[in-house]
């Protein structure tokens, strides 16, 4: 899968090792398989379609398992599923649950795969905790998380899952806007892969690479990674961050008044989110999409306005502040041109004082500076 692509053939194979297990009896073997096999390989493929039921299978197998870290990556898997496909607000305690299994299994570590590695590093908990605490408010202690795990297991010799959860965090850290780590986080991606030839990525790292360009003010060739990137992906069949590097291709193409081209990618990935259950980047791309039609040559403000105020609630719904804060940002300027500045204000503030104090990420910055602007027009 890491190699060659998540191909079907690897898939297959996963499927028959799981029924020669469940035909011997072997419950152990019958975890990993699920855990460590067609559970990463369903992720990877970022289609979630089924995933509830895959999970189910791991839990019901889980308890077959007389040992409480069986349990725990059962709650680790289950806290992905809430992270993907359920409700956010359930994956810090899921979480917590997996990360107090204990750090040795007799049982368990007599297979190999199951190892010290991840019992050490908890490698579920942190493949989705820190971006859910951002997601859902907290990007302080998210950051911390973040760097905190990069730290643990980047002295542990297992190349193919730290590089699992690197482009995770690396995804963190541009979302929050710390640049300095997502660089650093890249080129120790890129070290990696190319040390054990890990090919899926090292291509699907050239997508990051270009989202940091474009935060840093070089759009052109941001635009050029992602679209690099994305065709890669879908060729290795390792589409699990397509929405999120189609999400910052259109805000690049917009940049640079592509908004032809921005509009079209845009509304390409949420039709592909919408049929793979792909829900809180649903939410943020249909932000991009109100904010296109709202700048375009020829606005159309009302649909522009619509999907502004969709994203709002959809972020609203699954608890989702830091997505909030985004859309609420877009409606506050929209607001303040149709000379309704007060009404920004009062939707932006509110949602900015729900956030920690001293919490700090790009779009706070923005959401602080664009209030002071509002507020001193008068």
Not at 142 to 150: D, E, F, R
Not at 277 to 286: P, Y
């Amino acid at each position: 899968m890491v190699t060659n692509g998540n191909v079907t053939t690897a898939r297959t194979a996963l499927a028959r090792t799981l029924e020669v297990a469940e035909g011997l009896g072997d419950a152990p073997m019958q975890l990993l398989v699920l855990n460590h096999g067609l559970y990463r390989w369903q992720l990877r493929s970022g289609d979630l379609r089924g995933f509830s039921e895959l999970i189910a299978r791991i839990e019901a197998v889980a308890k077959q398992i007389d040992d409480p870290y069986a349990d725990g990556m059962a709650h680790a898997a289950a806290a992905t599923k809430e992270f993907f496909i359920g409700d956010q607000r359930q994956v810090p305690a899921l979480c917590r649950i997996a990360s107090d299994a204990p750090v040795h299994s007799a049982k368990l570590n007599t297979i190999a795969s199951f190892g010290e590695w991840n019992a050490r590093s908890h490698a579920g908990v942190n493949f989705v905790l820190p971006r859910s605490l951002w997601l859902l408010g907290c990007p302080g202690e998210a950051l911390k998380m973040a760097k905190k795990a990069v730290q643990e297991v980047s002295s542990i010799d297992r190349p193919s899952r730290f590089c699992y959860m690197l482009m995770s965090v690396i995804l963190l850290f541009l979302e929050i806007g710390d640049l300095k780590s997502a660089e650093d986080s890249i080129d120790c991606l890129l070290d990696w892969a190319a040390r054990d030839s890990l090919l899926t990525y090292s291509r699907a790292a050239v997508g990051w690479q270009g989202w940091l360009a474009v935060l840093r003010g070089d759009s052109s060739r941001g635009i050029e990674s992602l679209q690099t990137a994305l065709e890669a992906l879908h060729e290795d069949g390792y589409e699990l961050y397509r929405p999120d590097m189609s999400k910052a291709l259109g805000e690049a193409l917009l940049k640079t008044g592509q908004w032809q081209l921005a509009y079209s990618r845009v509304c390409e990935a949420i039709e592909w989110c919408g049929t793979r259950l792909r829900t809180h980047e649903t939410c943020d791309l249909l932000r991009v999409e109100g904010e296109i039609l709202i700048e375009k040559p020829a606005p159309d403000i009302r649909e522009g306005e619509a999907c502004l105020l969709s994203a709002l609630r959809l972020a609203e719904q699954q608890g989702l502040l830091s997505l909030e804060l985004r859309s609420g940002i877009s409606l506050a300027k929209l607001w303040a041109n149709q000379g309704s500045a007060r009404k920004g204000i009062e939707l932006l503030g509110s949602i900015y004082r729900r956030f920690p104090d001293g919490s700090q990420t790009r779009d706070l910055i923005e959401a602080a500076n664009l209030l002071e602007e509002l507020r001193s027009r008068g």
